[in-house]
């Protein structure tokens, strides 16, 4: 069973600009969250889509949003990228539901360097 | 909420053991265990659910005290493959639809 998979896995991108991360989910799973990692801070919580629609959201500027298609991939848009953006966006995935054990599994991240 | 991880790091031979602790000031429904190594994606460990069920792998074992809002991870005879960082994860409502928080991790580091 292929896991989580987070394309593109390394990013450099300039202050103002905008970026697009993808999140293909384990089959199967519905949910999809995305976490922000920097040192000393551990794994910040974005937001979680579940069947297409955004279910929970994070203490997180406007400027960071997401979506989710109808299997179940998501992308992460940031826009307007400041230097504090830079960071290791992880995306994990679970089944979701009622019924099930929420355990996340978790892509490779994705690496954003803001120059 | 996030909750509240120690210690922040520690240091254990091979063959020692280690207990991570987990708190919370808000009433949890579940916590959620998972290593990374680094460079890699934190992987999970374990789940364990207020009334009493977990899921997990064998060789973990971790406790939920449901009064306390505390949960521990104990690591025992550590070998080498156990270093990485430890992070809790817990969720706040009944019926799932919450979000996951994760603690600021444990770092811990097992030396021959």
């Known amino acids: 069973k292929a896991g989580v998979t987070q394309t593109p896995r390394y990013l450099i991108k300039t202050r103002g600009q905008q970026v697009t991360l993808s999140c293909s989910p384990i089959?199967?799973?519905?949910?999809v969250s995305w976490y922000q990692q920097t040192p000393g801070q551990g794994l910040q919580f974005l937001f979680e889509y579940f069947s297409e629609t955004q279910r929970n959201k994070g203490n997180f500027p406007g400027r960071f949003s997401g979506r989710q298609f109808s299997n179940s991939r998501s992308e992460m848009n940031v826009s307007t990228l400041e230097l504090g953006d830079s960071a290791l966006y992880l995306c994990a995935s679970s089944f979701g539901g009622q019924g099930y054990y929420n355990e996340q599994f978790f892509g490779p991240g994705t690496r954003l360097t803001v120059l | 909420q996030q909750p509240v991880q120690s210690p922040q790091a520690v240091i254990l031979r091979e063959g020692e053991d280690a207990v991570i602790n987990c708190s919370s000031s808000k009433a949890l429904y579940s916590v959620h265990w998972y290593r990374q190594k680094h460079g890699e994606a934190p992987v999970f460990l374990m789940i364990?659910?207020?009334?009493?069920e977990q899921k997990g792998h064998d060789k973990i074992s971790a406790s939920f005290n449901e009064k306390k809002q505390q949960s521990s991870l104990y690591l025992t005879a550590s070998q080498l493959s156990y270093s990485g960082t430890y992070f809790c994860g817990t969720e706040m409502e009944k019926n799932r639809d919450d979000k996951i928080i994760f603690g600021k991790g444990t770092r811990l580091h097992i030396l021959p």
């Open positions: 089959s199967g799973h519905r949910s």
């Open positions: 364990l659910l207020k009334g009493g």
